[in-house]
């Protein structure tokens, strides 16, 4: 089951990253507009996003013409993206997870190709396009790493593990509740604390079990779409950073190997409250 959408999704992210090495190759990339208001010069669009999302969707609807599609650039916000998330075919996508370390020239970015069915993951890839590394999951059917069955950590402590987390544009108290957190982790003597700038990447991570959890206080569906999916089928636990079900919306997120997840919702709850 799910064997052509996840072709299509391994040919269109693998398209798409072509697109975004291709530009992160020919030197430091323009940026086109900076989205939002009031999140300073931050939260960045570059060409590459454009042209990226443009040949993924190329490839999804050649195959599936009539899916809906989702992504950072095609979203129009508020009930259209509602309504859009509501479709019983969904591709959810982001061309390039990690702007800001794109534009720096850092070769650590990913793209992100998930295709959802009656709001529940089916399929998904991620790809660091630079590396060639790639994350494949189809529910039911586990989950890959360059071709080979991915598996979480083992790992039941924090003092075990390193963690990874990352931060929304907010620098306010969301910020600091994030610092907060990380330092605990610290204090617990995890085995460290990696902000790497790309979520889609970071709960790869988690699937093969380099990082033992991952978390972050506010995410969208596209940074996430694939990645959860990932998560779970190498075994892991995906929820909100309070232990909930993780909805289809912009969410907090908290991955873990599974064993790790009580203690972690714990840390997470208690620096960041509803």
């Known amino acids: 089951m799910w064997e052509t959408e996840l072709k299509v999704a391994e040919a269109a992210a693998k398209v798409g990253g072509a ?5 992160f190759r020919g030197g430091i990339e323009a940026v086109v507009k900076n989205v939002g208001e009031g999140e300073g010069t931050y939260n960045m669009v570059t060409q590459a996003d454009l042209d990226g999302e443009r040949a993924i969707v190329e490839v999804i609807r050649a195959t599936f013409p009539d899916h809906a599609v989702l992504g950072e650039e095609l979203h129009g916000g508020g009930d259209e993206t509602a309504k859009t998330l509501a479709s019983e075919h969904l591709w959810i996508i982001d061309p390039i997870d ?3 370390n794109f534009v720096h020239g850092i070769p650590h970015f990913g793209v992100s190709v998930a295709y959802y069915h009656q709001g529940v993951a089916a399929c998904g890839v991620v790809g660091n396009p630079v590396t060639n590394d790639w994350f494949a999951a189809a529910r039911g059917q586990g989950a890959f790493h360059n071709g080979r069955r991915a598996s979480v950590a083992p790992n039941r402590r924090i003092d075990e593990v390193l963690v990874g987390f990352g931060y929304y544009y907010d620098r306010g108290a969301m910020m600091e509740a994030t610092l ?3 330092r605990e982790l610290l204090q617990r003597n995890s085995h460290g604390i990696r902000r790497m700038g790309a979520a889609t990447l970071d709960l790869a991570y988690v699937g093969i079990g380099s990082f033992g959890a991952f978390f972050e206080y506010e995410l969208a569906p596209w940074d996430f779409a694939a990645g959860r999916l990932f998560v779970e089928e190498a075994g892991g636990k995906v929820t909100t950073c309070h232990g ?3 909805p289809l919306a912009k969410t907090s997120l908290l991955a873990t190997n599974g064993p790790l997840h009580d203690d972690m919702v714990a840390i997470m709850d208690h620096w960041f409250k509803r």
């Open 98 to 100: 990690g702007t800001s």
């Open 180 to 182: 907060a957190a990380a």
């Open 19 to 23: 697109v975004a090495t291709r530009h």
């Open 244 to 246: 909930e079900p993780l």
